[in-house]
């Protein structure tokens, strides 16, 4: 298929998905629907962001699917091998540089082994229209399935320890990615600083990095990528945050020899960047 056909097929799909998903609305299902694409996909995120976890027909997540699919490759699948170590792009030598990165970037593009979602403790994504948090884009880009496969297993999780039951902090869960480059998500809900860091909130934010460790060893998974947990709306400091990040994920490492292929520091902002760098060069 030529560009110009594929352009096309995707506007196609994006004025179908956008036809069902507004259908598929109580509160939206006479929308007028602008004729600009890009207002079109800012209406299909938003629909896709505050619907509840349930079933879509097959035809339906079939267009999705696809859609998603042409998305990513849009935006430009990151693999692992285009990736350097710091090692290899700082010349560092600090422990485990050959099995280090840091990447500045949309974490939705990475097609590694998994990926680490800053999620909150009800662990079905960000219901709020267009957020630019990482909770939303990972559910955006992922799809629908992804919210629905949440849903399960919370609701499994419910069964078990009661009703009111919320995922603890620093306890992974894992899923499947959907229509993301990457293999798997790893949910997990980062300590929130009310006022001040304290001994137990560190302890809290070195368990995340820990356990989602642990549960790549458990899993077989080789590589991942870290998100900047609790910083932004968590309130976690930065520096602190990336220091406690750097110190587990090397201790855990020194313990887990030639277990890991990557680890992968995931940054958006210069800032974070800056950060980095200076624990890892």
């Not at 036809?19 to 007028?32: A, H, N, Q, T, V």
Request: charged share 25%; proline share 5%; with cysteine.
């Amino acid at each position: 298929m030529n560009i110009m056909s594929e352009k096309n097929v995707q506007k196609d799909r994006l004025d179908f998905l956008v036809k069902k998903f507004c259908e598929d609305s109580i509160e939206y299902k006479d929308m007028e629907i602008p004729p600009e694409p890009e207002e079109k996909r800012r209406i299909l995120r938003s629909l896709m962001n505050i619907r509840m976890p349930r079933k879509l027909s097959e035809d339906i997540l079939q267009v999705q699917d696809a859609y998603l699919r042409e998305r990513a490759a849009e935006k430009g699948i990151v693999s692992l091998d285009e990736i350097p170590t710091v090692k290899e792009y700082y010349g560092s030598s600090k422990p485990y540089a050959a099995g280090l990165s840091i990447w500045q970037g949309d974490i939705t593009r990475l097609a590694c082994d998994a990926i680490v979602n800053a999620a909150n403790s009800q662990m079905l994504g960000c219901f709020v229209p267009m957020h630019t948090c990482i909770d939303n884009c990972i559910h955006t880009f992922a799809g629908i399935g992804l919210r629905l496969e949440c849903s399960r297993q919370m609701n499994r999780l419910r069964e078990l320890h009661g009703r009111d039951y919320e995922q603890p902090t620093a306890v992974p869960m894992l899923t499947d990615a959907y229509n993301l480059p990457a293999k798997k998500v790893i949910h997990i809900v980062g300590p929130i600083v009310q006022t001040h860091v304290t001994p137990q909130l560190e302890k809290n934010l070195a368990d995340c990095y820990r356990n989602t460790l642990e549960l790549c060893l458990e899993h077989g998974l080789k590589s991942v990528a870290f998100c900047c947990i609790s910083t932004g709306v968590f309130r976690f400091p930065n520096d602190r945050a990336a220091e406690i990040a750097v110190e587990t994920v090397a201790s855990w490492l020194s313990e887990h020899e030639g277990v890991m292929r990557r680890v992968i520091f995931n940054v958006f902002k210069d800032e974070d960047l800056q950060i980095y760098e200076d624990l890892l060069v």
